[in-house]
């Protein structure tokens, strides 16, 4: 059975910088049953605490933090890249060993946002851009799609599924 890897902040776990969480979600909630979903925060599982201070990449593209080009930075300026890092390594290596090739992350997140991002400036403003986990998973192969693309994921959960029926 195909495996999704999903934000663990999407199905209710409180591991948000502020403490929070989101959902449920469906299909996330089915896909949890069906024993389809390996739960990560890569915040957490790079060693960052929760709460945790807010934390942006200048630029907003997590591929220039791979590429060691930009840090993250959390609004009081420390530099979190490594943590960062850390948690984007640890997804990969969940996809590598469950055989991963959908992700489902939390939009608009410096680690897990797939289409866009905060631009640096801790104002709101956002850009076209992709988190540190993200941007790694995306580097490997995986299609990663977000909260409000559920649709999108389902449809190419079922063509996956049909590819290896
Ligand atoms: Fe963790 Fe990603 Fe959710 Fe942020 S968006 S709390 S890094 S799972």
Not at 9 to 20: A, I, M, S
Not at 22 to 47: I, M, T, Y
Not at 153 to 159: K, S, T, V
């Amino acid at each position: 059975m195909q495996k999704i890897l999903v934000s663990r902040c999407l199905l209710g776990h409180p591991v948000r910088y502020d403490g929070g969480a989101h959902g449920p979600f469906d299909p996330l909630s089915l896909w949890q049953a069906q024993g389809r979903v390996v739960a990560l925060c890569p915040e957490v599982a790079g060693g960052l605490s929760t709460p945790r201070p807010p934390a942006e990449i200048p630029g907003g593209q997590g591929a220039a933090v791979l590429d060691g080009q930009q840090p993250v930075l959390t609004v009081d300026g420390a530099d979190v890249s490594a943590a960062f890092l850390a948690g984007a390594e640890q997804a990969l290596a969940l996809v590598r060993a469950h055989g991963i090739r959908i992700a489902v992350l939390k939009a608009r997140s410096p680690s897990c946002g797939n289409r866009e991002n905060y631009d640096g400036s801790f104002s709101g403003r956002k850009v076209a851009g992709e988190g540190v986990t993200a941007a790694l998973l995306r580097r490997a192969g995986v299609r990663v799609f977000n909260e409000e693309e559920l649709d999108a994921a389902l449809q190419a959960l079922a063509a996956l599924d049909a590819e290896t029926a």
